[in-house]
């Protein structure tokens, strides 16, 4: 046996649909036609006032185990204390939730904003000392839809 690199697309593809089969008898699907017919998909908001963005939110959802991920959230510093972050994750859990999603995560770490996230109902997983850098922790959040 030897390992290769392969093509990330194709390799995906591969895995997603492999995973729907097993996953299809594991939870007693029958009709595997039912099941998401891409691996992930991705969304993004923003706040706006005017042209001037006020705040932007990203993320993805993960069609095979009904989740979701967001990636980044940024609040300009003027509009800061003016509730966009919390609108801002309000409507990525609406559409992630209109997808199917059940739970959503987010990481943060101790320089950007675990508290804002645990006042949205985020719950800690974890965290990990002197990461990404020395002195500051990441956090890893959930929050069940």
Do not use: W
């Not at 030897?2 to 939870?27: H, N, P, W």
């Amino acid at each position: 046996m030897k390992i290769i690199q392969t093509a990330f697309d194709q390799t995906r593809k591969d895995v997603f649909e492999g995973l729907s089969i097993y996953f299809s008898k594991q939870y007693g699907a029958t009709d595997v036609s039912e099941l998401p017919q891409q691996f992930s998909q991705e969304l993004a908001f923003s706040a706006t006032d005017g042209d001037t963005s006020m705040g932007q939110i990203y993320g993805h959802i993960d069609n095979v185990n009904l989740s979701a991920v967001i990636e980044g959230l940024y609040v300009n510093p003027n509009a800061r204390g003016s509730k966009i972050g919390q609108k801002l994750i309000h409507a990525f859990e609406e559409a992630v939730q209109q997808e199917g999603c059940v739970i959503s995560f987010v990481d943060t770490t101790q320089a950007s904003a675990p508290k804002f996230y645990e006042k949205q109902g985020y719950q800690l997983i974890g965290t990990i000392p002197d990461y990404p850098v020395k002195g500051d922790t990441y956090y890893k959040y959930y929050k069940r839809l």
